[in-house]
């Protein structure tokens, strides 16, 4: 009687899981969309528009194994500016968008999957140019460049700063250079991965003020069974070794 009663337990859990992963239509897709944001998300040819085999970069790699082991479809694109593909996502069910930078103001905005990769927020000066900043408040004295919505400029808004955006962020590096902006508000390793791109070194860490964690947002109406699907599939992976190679492999 007990066999019976825990095999009939057992084939409703089985039958439980199945009907879960069944909830998905056979045609349903995550449309995905990224940026230019080296070295985690980028165009093989550099340019502002690419799709699919177009893409690289260690979030890319992470996401596309992501979805291949979850089983779940998706198209990607990388478009620019950045601005209008946050909009997009949290518009438009079955987007989303990578590397988003994780943040207690955009939580309850999206669905999330991640931690894809971690970085820092940085106050970056031209090389050889010596400036002493103990914190952002002080850094207020100063005119400061940003990239337009990104969640750095986002922090720096919310302390009171006013940041001078960018569309772009690599037009932060002509700025610094030139002495438009005394400082330059950017992600590590980003920043200098973007300067090294454009032949500048030398680039001095004046503050590093925040850690951070990028993540998959998913527009909210996303089902919790893809949520959940992808979660696990990033778990497995970061357990196997998979995330620290391609880390390795672009830095």
């Given at each position: ?14 039958l439980?899981?199945?009907a879960?992963?069944?909830?998905l ?16 998300n980028?165009?093989v040819d ?10 690289d ?13 979850a089983?779940?479809n998706?198209?990607l694109?990388l ?7 946050y909009?997009?996502t949290?518009d ?21 999957v991640?931690p ?6 940085v ?7 010596s400036?002493?900043v103990?914190?952002?408040k ?22 009171g ?7 772009r ?5 002509k ?6 902006i ?8 980003v920043?200098?991965?973007l ?9 001095t ?6 850690e951070?964690?990028l993540y998959?947002?998913?527009n909210?109406?996303?089902p ?6 992808l ?8 357990a196997?070794?998979?995330i620290d ?5 672009y830095?």
């Amino acid at each position: 009687m007990l066999k019976t009663l825990k095999n009939s337990l057992l084939g409703g859990l089985i039958l439980a899981a199945c009907a879960a992963h069944a909830e998905l239509p056979a045609d349903y897709k995550v449309v995905l969309l990224t940026e230019n944001f080296p070295p985690f998300n980028m165009a093989v040819d550099d340019k502002n528009f690419a799709r699919d085999d177009g893409i690289d970069g260690i979030s890319t790699e992470v996401v596309r194994a992501m979805f291949k082991r979850a089983e779940i479809n998706y198209s990607l694109s990388l478009r620019f500016p950045w601005d209008r593909l946050y909009r997009l996502t949290l518009d438009k069910p079955s987007y989303g968008l990578f590397s988003t930078t994780f943040t207690a103001e955009r939580q309850p905005l999206f669905k999330w999957v991640g931690p894809l990769a971690k970085t820092s927020w940085v106050l970056l000066a031209a090389p050889g140019k010596s400036l002493n900043v103990a914190s952002l408040k002080e850094a207020g004295q100063y005119q400061i460049g940003a990239y337009k919505n990104d969640a750095v400029s986002q922090h720096l808004e919310s302390q009171g700063l006013k940041p001078v955006n960018a569309l772009r962020d690599q037009e932060n590096i002509k700025k610094l250079l030139s002495g438009k902006i005394d400082l330059w508000a950017t992600t590590d390793p980003v920043g200098r991965y973007l300067a090294k791109q454009d032949g500048v070194s030398g680039l001095t860490t004046v503050l590093r003020f925040n850690e951070a964690e990028l993540y998959l947002a998913l527009n909210k109406d996303t089902p919790d069974e893809v949520v959940e699907r992808l979660q696990k599939a990033l778990d497995e992976l970061r357990a196997e070794g998979f995330i620290d190679e391609m880390t390795s492999n672009y830095l």
